[in-house]
């Protein structure tokens, strides 16, 4: 059997993050595809976080954790995994004086259809990473890290482990870093490319070395985490943001974004346009901004948009147009900013079509757990294939919703809510299509695909 031809698959250097087109990077910045290495980190200005915590900045004294948690809940840096949860926040709810083991966990499975920027992060900047990593672990009296990173990137990985050496052989890791009384051990993990295990608790289940199925919460990780100790979990770009608040200041990163959501974010615009890639904007940039840097639409007019990963309901053109890249913003406009992949859909794209993709990844990635979401996930699916290959029922557009209304809030992780949600937002927006689909047995856009 020969080959299938996957060149289309390779990167050719627009999609990555070094292509120079951002606004105000703090995380990309001054990237070249070739200097990730230490000494390219510290020559950019790495590690001066780290040393300003433990050491002091220009012989002055060193922050305390609180001070770190302060800095950072000023900042209004809000979690880059999916939720948006502010991070400053969530570090302190890890019990500090907890006698015993205490983990801090990178986020880097980045599983989400159409979200590839973390990988790039790790790949380009990597002692980014390691840095606000060390600097978390501090501010919440953590000895050990793991970075979980998704297992289809496995030269993603092998990059990592390299950052990690560089950073053991220079004392930035290990034992009393940088002559100062904190330790902080940090590993690196493959997964095996599981979407679930982007999950916090499945994640937690597969770094222990279990089938990787979300627990029942409560108990959250901050109280039961990795090995049922105190866990506190960020996402890569989340631990990339925290070098530079300590550098500038909480202040100044709230003001570099919006009320509320500071700081950059890390776009990956996929979809119909002409320069598909990463950028990193801050938070409030106009959509219509974000989509000229993309280069504009390809092959037609713009028609829609999933604004923040395949699980985040679709909003039709004139609704983005009018809207600011921010958690709130998208919120408002009736949809999430969650992992920050913005795929774009020109007009000759079928909705019916596009849902049927979605649902048959869902169903495809239930782990099974619970009813609502094995079975639901499959009625889902099986029903969009029967509206798109001309076999819908009139009732089938009321038991779609109702069945995805059944999945919603029912289920142990928000996987259930991920299949739902798409569903209900095509069928909000665009449900002329799926009646027309029904009633014609054909579809009423061109196909291009
Ligand atoms: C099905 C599912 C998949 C997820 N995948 C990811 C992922 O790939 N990366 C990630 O950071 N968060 C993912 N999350 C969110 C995490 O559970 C968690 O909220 C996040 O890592 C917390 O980090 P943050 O506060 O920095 O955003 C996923 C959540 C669900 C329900
Ligand atoms: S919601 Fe789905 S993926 Fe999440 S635990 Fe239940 S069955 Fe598994």
Redesign the pocket.
Known sequence: MSMPDLSRFQARGLETCFHGRHIDPQIYAGLDGTNWRLQDYIARGGYAALRKILQGADGGVSMTPDQVIAEVKLSALR?????G?P?GL?WSFMPRQFPGPKYLVC?S????PGTCKDRDILAYNPHIVIEGMAIAAYAMGVKTAYNYIHGEIFEVYERFEEALDEARAAGLLGDRILGSDFSFQLHAFHGFGA??C???TALLESLEGKKGQPRFKPPFPASFGLYGKPTT???TE?FAAVPWIINHGGQAYLECGKPNNGGTKIFSVVGDVNRPGNFEVPLGTPFAKLLEMAGGVKGGALKAVIPGGSSAPVLPANVMMDTTMDYDAIAKAGSMLGSGAVIVMNDTRCMVRSLLRLSYFYQHESCGQCTPCREGTGWLWRMVDRIEHGKGRKEDLDLLDNVADNIKGRTI???GD?AAMPVQGMLKHFRDEFAYHVDHKTCMVAQTV
């Open positions: 979690g880059r995994g999916g939720a949860f991070t969530k986020n499975d980045e599983g989400e979407y679930i982007g999950e916090e979990i960020n996402n989340t992780c928000a996987l991920a």
